[in-house]
Every structure is written in C-alpha cells, then in structure tokens.
C-alpha cells in the first residue's frame, strides 16, 4: 500500500542561510528563479548546496549569483567541466531587477540569499535586500530572542 504525502508538509527546501538574520536585517524579499545547468539540477536534488558564503550582485542590468556553491556529484560526466561556484544568473522581472539597483546603488544596501527551495519542478532563490547589523544590534536581537523564550517558558508555567 502506497503512502500518500500530505499536500502541505512536503519539505522543498535545498539550502538556509542562517547567518542572514543574524548579521542583516532583512527588509525586503524577493523569489528569483536560478539559471542552472543539468548536472546542477541533480546535485540539488541530493541536497548538495551551500548559500551561506553567497551573496548577489548587479552587474550590466543582470542580477548574479556569486560563492553559491553546488557540488557535484561523483555520477556527473567526464565530459561536462563542473565549477562548483561559478556564477549564476539569477531570473527575475525588469521592474524587480531596477528596485534592487536603486537599493543598492542609492541607498547603500546589499543583496543576500535566504534560502534555496524546490516550487514544483524549478529551483528557486529567496533573496533579500539588506542592511547590516552593528555589534550592538546583534546584542539586541540575541536579548530579545532569549526574552521570548523566557516568557513563553512563564506563560506556559502559569497555565
């Protein structure tokens, strides 16, 4: 007898940059798609990413992809020279390409990768437009973290 998945806890995520909360504040999201070719394809489908390094960059009107690494795999052909972090573009419409050039070029701010997911049969990236965090707004953040804990720990005693 098959099992069926349930529609909705289908995990389709590749990669997370978890330092990006912790070093940028994330103030605006996008999903850009990933220009890949097949051997790239398939080490995703093995979970073999990496965005944590990575970061994106606006070069000639074009949105890139730099320091993602995708590994290959060992079935990948001898033929097919494989880069584990070359540069990938990234696909994303005209009006969303101009608004991060205005935010980085006007307004000081850079572009990060969230996370890599699966949405059906396409790799996808989450990228944010970000600005960083001084010491003491890490500080902050990490106090804030640790007092939500500390009420939910209260509240859940308290009932």
């Given at each position: 007898m098959a099992i069926k998945k349930k529609k909705g806890l289908v995990d389709n995520t590749i990669a997370v940059n978890r330092r990006a909360n912790h070093e940028y504040f994330l103030l605006e999201r996008f999903e850009a798609g990933l220009s890949l070719q097949g051997w790239e394809v398939k080490s995703l489908r093995a979970g073999?990413?990496?965005?944590?390094?990575?970061?994106?960059?606006?070069?000639?009107?074009?949105?890139?992809?730099?320091?993602?690494?995708?590994?290959?795999?060992?079935?990948?052909?001898?033929?097919?020279?494989?880069?584990?972090?070359?540069?990938?573009?990234?696909?994303?419409?005209?009006?969303?390409?101009?608004?991060?050039?205005?935010?980085v070029q006007r307004q000081g701010y850079t572009i990060i990768p969230i996370r890599m997911y699966w949405k059906g049969p396409w790799a996808k990236l989450e990228i944010a437009i970000a600005r960083g965090k001084q010491d003491h707004d890490k500080r902050d953040s990490i106090k804030d973290r640790e007092w939500g804990r500390e009420k939910a720990r209260i509240m859940k005693k308290a009932f």
């Open positions: 073999k990413a990496n965005i944590a390094d990575a970061y994106v960059t606006v070069k000639d009107g074009e949105v890139i992809l730099l320091g993602a690494t995708i590994h290959p795999l060992k079935q990948t052909c001898t033929f097919v020279v494989a880069d584990p972090t070359r540069t990938r573009k990234l696909l994303l419409s005209r009006k969303e390409i101009n608004k991060l050039i205005g935010h």
